[in-house]
């Protein structure tokens, strides 16, 4: 049975605003500022116990009542859920708009998404949740390693793909498969550097040099899939 309690932590009292999330397909807007705290907390948590985080200790990090978070996440997969989703949110959606699409424009949405997946990618946060995950991978069917591997690189390579795709029908790129365009995009971005920090190599980029890596990686990028590279 799971223990609750009714006493809310300050900061954290339940109002109109605080709406059940679990099983609502979260964008980055989707939490209230309290909420962000909390996942906050979660994140900070997950970096110093691992898997060992419980909705306890979330909820004494948070100054939270347990009642909350379980109205908010429902469980503690929820909870991860939720965390993860919060983590990912830091790699935005980028803007265009299809009917007014130039190559500047384009090139500038692709140049920020690329700064701000690698930026992600290299933070401690998401260093702990790859090592986290792949450690549930196998044998644990919906797990840590699932909700990661849904919540993080698959729902951040969503973003990415329509912004692609507006670019082939404005036609300023040229591909086949959008999936395998975007591949090629995060290998360009990410190249070994995600494997490096996996297996404990002690990598700090500067946001300078994450930003000239990001600029990097799109050149590239249009360099092959630029539609006046396949005149």
């Not at 907390?41 to 997950?46: C, E, G, K």
């Not at 830091?90 to 920020?112: F, G």
Request: proline fraction near 3%.
């Amino acid at each position: 049975m799971v223990e609750r309690t009714s006493e809310e932590g300050p900061g954290c009292r339940s109002n109109l605003m605080d709406l059940p999330l679990a099983g609502i397909a979260h964008s980055d807007e989707t939490f209230t500022p309290r909420q962000q705290q909390v996942l906050t907390a979660a994140l900070d948590l997950l970096v110093e116990q691992g898997d060992r985080l419980t909705m306890t200790s979330v909820a004494r990090r948070a100054s939270c009542s347990k009642e909350t978070l379980y109205k908010w996440f429902g469980d503690r997969d929820g909870l991860l859920t939720a965390t993860v989703q919060w983590q990912a949110a830091k790699v935005k959606a980028p803007h265009v708009d299809r009917y007014r699409l130039d190559a500047a424009s384009l090139r500038t949405s692709i140049e920020q998404f690329a700064r701000d997946l690698l930026g992600t990618i290299v933070g401690e946060v998401s260093v702990t949740l790859n090592r986290l995950a792949v450690t549930h991978a196998v044998g644990d069917e919906g797990g840590l390693g699932a909700i990661v591997l849904e919540n993080g690189p698959l729902a951040i390579r969503k973003r990415l793909k329509p912004v692609l795709e507006a670019g082939r029908d404005a036609r300023l790129l040229r591909f086949d498969s959008s999936e395998e365009a975007y591949r090629c995009f995060f290998g360009l971005v990410v190249r070994d550097v995600q494997i490096r920090l996996l297996l404990g190599e002690d990598i700090h980029p500067s946001e300078a040099e994450v930003g000239k890596e990001a600029a990097r990686a799109t050149e590239q990028f249009f360099a092959i899939y630029g539609a006046r590279a396949s005149n």
